[in-house]
Antibody, heavy 120, light 107 residues
């Protein structure tokens, strides 16, 4: 069955960097677009970024544009989110999610999330 | 950016009653509206795709409808396991956006 396992979260000081990973299994990873979605404590869902199946197209929420970079390694079935210049408002659980198709539609499978806390 | 506004924010309902949640988009998104359920301490799960198509394995008690800018999620004959927060999501244009969520509580 489909499995998405996020890792790399933790506590980090403002202005520092963190790289999240999402290990995928149970499906042909290279055929699907992948998303990152986050959820701040007690808040709703916020879409963060998406990458096409082949890595050739990427889009970001305005709140992270220029600071976060989404990437993928289809040979390792792994999705990444490089987060630079972190701010307190980036504190959230970060979920990776598989799209229905190779381009952008909706998220059909979600991981369990990894907690990122930005605090001095 | 397309803004999605859900109503109500919170609903307390007796088991077996019907629940109706609405999602209004700030511009026409055709049928590119999807619904997710998130139970406490769990990740979200897709319920309805493209306004009215039930995702695989989802109970037939969950029904979606609408088009353009106005959409509805209906939960028929509410069960205790339906206690959750429900989110709408639009994929009509990037950046994708979510509604603020509607929390459904069982009385």
């Amino acid at each position: 069955q489909v499995q998405l396992v996020e890792s790399g979260g933790g506590v980090v000081q403002p202005g520092r960097s963190l790289r999240l990973s999402c290990a995928a299994s149970g499906f042909t990873f290279s055929s699907y677009a992948m998303h990152w979605v986050r959820q701040a404590p007690g808040k709703g869902l916020e879409w963060v970024a998406v990458i096409w199946y082949d890595g050739n197209n990427k889009y970001y929420a305005d709140s992270v544009k220029g600071r976060f970079t989404i990437s993928r390694d289809n040979s390792k079935n792994t999705l990444y989110l490089q987060m630079n210049n972190l701010r307190a408002e980036d504190t959230a659980v970060y979920y990776c999610a598989r799209d229905l198709t190779g381009v952008v539609t909706m998220m059909i499978n979600w991981g369990h999330g990894t907690q990122v806390t930005v605090s001095s | 950016e397309i803004v999605l506004t859900q109503s109500p924010d919170f609903q307390s309902v007796t088991a077996k009653e019907k629940v109706t949640i609405t999602c209004r988009a700030s511009q026409n998104i055709r049928s590119s509206l999807h619904w997710y359920q998130q139970k406490p301490d769990q990740s979200p799960k897709l319920l309805i795709q493209y306004t009215s198509e039930s995702f695989s394995g989802v109970s037939s008690r969950f029904r979606g409808s609408g088009s353009g800018t106005n959409f509805t999620l209906t939960i028929n004959s509410l069960e205790a396991e339906d206690a959750a927060t429900y989110y709408c999501h639009q994929s009509s244009s990037l950046p994708h956006t979510f509604g603020q969520g509607t929390k459904v509580e069982i009385k």
